[in-house]
């Protein structure tokens, strides 16, 4: 790696660098799915106020990845609620993760799923769950060497 990767937890100062990445990362999905991940056009301000309050959610963390480039990277996790029927019933979510693709492969995505782990570890959280779309190669191959194994399935059907 040409310089010392950071990750630490994200500021306010960061908001635009990380609504840049989910941008490229909404334009990855469009790629697989182009109408369900299709968004409207106040679609990064809404990201921009929504992760804003991710970051003051007590549940929640925003994570970012930075070398001496900038911001190269992000996660967005939160602490999720299964049914009361279950024994387990917390789980860490990761619902966003986004590594600039010049820094690809270069492990800046198993740090930052290595220091969210370690957050939800030291809640006492044992169980973590990702969603990625099946056509996602990267993410496919990725969640698999993470140590994530495939539980569900989640089905679509348009209706005319
Ligand atoms: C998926 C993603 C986050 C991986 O980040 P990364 O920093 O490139 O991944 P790492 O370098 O930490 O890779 C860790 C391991 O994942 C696997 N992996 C990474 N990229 C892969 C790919 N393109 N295909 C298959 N396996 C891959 C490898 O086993 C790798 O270990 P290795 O380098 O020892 O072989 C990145 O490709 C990305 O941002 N993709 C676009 C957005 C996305 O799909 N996000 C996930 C959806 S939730």
């Not at 500021?11 to 909404?26: A, C, G, K, N, Q």
């Not at 049914?83 to 693709?101: C, H, N, W, Y």
């Amino acid at each position: 790696m040409s310089a010392p990767v950071k990750i630490r937890d994200a500021r306010l100062i960061d908001l635009d660098h990380i609504v840049h990445l989910w941008s490229e990362l909404m334009g990855h999905h469009r790629r697989l799915e182009p109408r369900l991940y299709a968004t409207v056009e106040h679609a990064p301000a809404s990201f921009r106020a929504f992760i804003r309050r991710k970051m003051d959610d007590h549940e929640a963390f925003v994570l970012i990845a930075e070398d001496d480039t900038g911001i190269i990277g992000y996660l967005l996790g939160s602490v999720g609620q299964r049914a009361p029927v279950f024994d387990v019933r917390t789980v860490g979510m990761i619902f966003d993760l986004m590594v600039s693709p010049a820094v690809r492969s270069q492990g800046v995505g198993r740090r930052l799923v290595g220091a969210a782990s370690q957050k939800f570890s030291k809640r006492g959280i044992r169980d973590l769950q990702v969603n990625y779309d099946p056509r996602n190669e990267e993410a496919a191959g990725f969640w698999a060497a993470m140590g994530f194994q495939t539980l569900l399935h989640e089905a679509y059907r348009q209706l005319p």
